[in-house]
């Protein structure tokens, strides 16, 4: 079914040359040493609804890719597609280096993961577990063979050069702080401070790493910033004593057992309110694609109440284009006015 699916819309659009011509634009957008996603199926950018819904490409610096593909099952019809897609994917990475960036030619490194209802499993081998890539200045580290996330959300870029852009000399809160990108963007845009929350351990090392990359661009940054792996819920003293804040990140996990968007966000907005200090800024992130803008500017402004005004929307950078427009990623800036 899948491959049929491709075939027929191929016979119209050409799926191979819109990558490429896709990854060209982007190239020249971005840089060849910068990370950023090719092509993001969960936007339905090709209007296919179900042959490219879970099939994402990432490009990871020179000469890095990632294909993530996410099926209910995996068949022997879909190698044919993969090859075919990787075969012209290569072809024209090769001359995009070659002629415009000047790039000594070298191998190709692949990290392919396929999910099913089953299991993970890989369709390329001696994948290295990590590496280190760069978005703007920044440095990250990404895991390319353990979780489904690897580290870094492509479609958040926007975000976090606007928090760079507006953090200068302010007391920054980062909740649901994951491997703290919005942390190392705040201090590069020289934040007095960042407080770092997230349950996780394993995503606050890998934090504490991040930063360590990039010391040579964040100065005195250990005096400047602090990192908790705590259940944000149960943390509100914590947070309380810390505070109060003039930028509060709060980027919480769409689909997670232990934390409900419905009952515990607004629970949490209702208890930083007074944590913000007036003109203090509130950024909020929700990437629930069943969700529509229009509802959380009602929801959440409702919520907020008079105490804050709507400031800015923010969507995720023009290549992770959405058929359905209002259910990607949505940015909400409020300022605290009372």
Known sequence: MFVEQIDRFEQNQKFDQYLTDKLFYLMKKYGPHQCFRIYHGRGKELFIEDA????????LAPYKLIFNIHCHSWDDSYWSFY?????SLVSQLSQCYAQHFQAVEKAFLFSVQVRTHLNCFFLEQNIPSTIVVVENQLRFQLSLNENQNIGLFFDMRSGREWVQNNSKNKSVLNLFSYTCSFSLYALLGNARNVVNMDMS???IHLGRKNHSLNADLLGDYANRVQFFSHDILKSMGKIK????????IVDPPSFQNSFSMKKDLP???HRLKELINVHGLLFLAINNP??????????????????????????APGEFVENHIGHG???????KVL
């Open 52 to 59: 490219l819904w879970d099939f994402t490409i990432d490009h």
């Open 83 to 87: 090859d075919r897609i990787k075969a």
């Open 201 to 203: 351990q394993t995503s």
């Open 241 to 248: 004593k810390l505070g109060p804040y003039d930028l509060i």
């Open 267 to 269: 629970w949490l907005l």
């Open 290 to 315: 069943h969700v529509h803008i229009r509802d959380c500017l009602l929801e959440y402004g409702e919520l907020l109440g008079e105490e804050f005004t709507l400031l800015k929307l923010l969507s």
């Open 329 to 335: 990623l949505k940015i909400l800036i409020y300022q």
